[in-house]
């Protein structure tokens, strides 16, 4: 019976675990990046790549190689994935990046300041207070303006 409890609550446990919300969302992300990934891929690959291809004069960096001992390397597929790279972080850092970081700059700056450091312990205390809580020492009218 107690094996079957067991074996039961550790089922449950692995459900629990599967179905958080953390597990999902992380699930759902790598997903809609690999898609996001895709798209820019081909865009780099279809659009950038050919124009910057153009205003060096080769058609496609895919068919650039040199050869040693009669094996190619080719060193143009390098290129065209250092451009796709460039490409993928470049539009993650402007779509996502900087706005999100934008808008926490935005919200942290609405956020009213409700603690501050006790000028003689360094506690973090509320702005209110009088007296410290951890040194007791008593506080000047503004004390908190003044840190």
Known sequence: MKAQKGAGSLAKEFKDFVTQGNIVDLAVAVVMATAFTAVIKAFVENFVTPLIAAIFGKPNFGGLYFTIHHSQFYYGLI?????TFLG?????????????????????RD?????????????????????????????????????
């Open 111 to 147: 956020v009213p300041v409700t603690e501050a450091a006790c000028p003689a312990c360094l506690t973090n205390i509320p702005v209110a207070a009088r007296r410290c809580a951890s040194c007791t020492e008593v506080l000047e009218d503004n004390w908190s303006s003044a840190s």
């Open 88 to 108: 993928v972080a470049a539009v993650l850092f402007f779509v996502l990046v900087k706005p999100i970081l934008l808008m926490r700059s935005r919200q942290q």
């Open 79 to 83: 290129i065209n994935a250092v451009i």
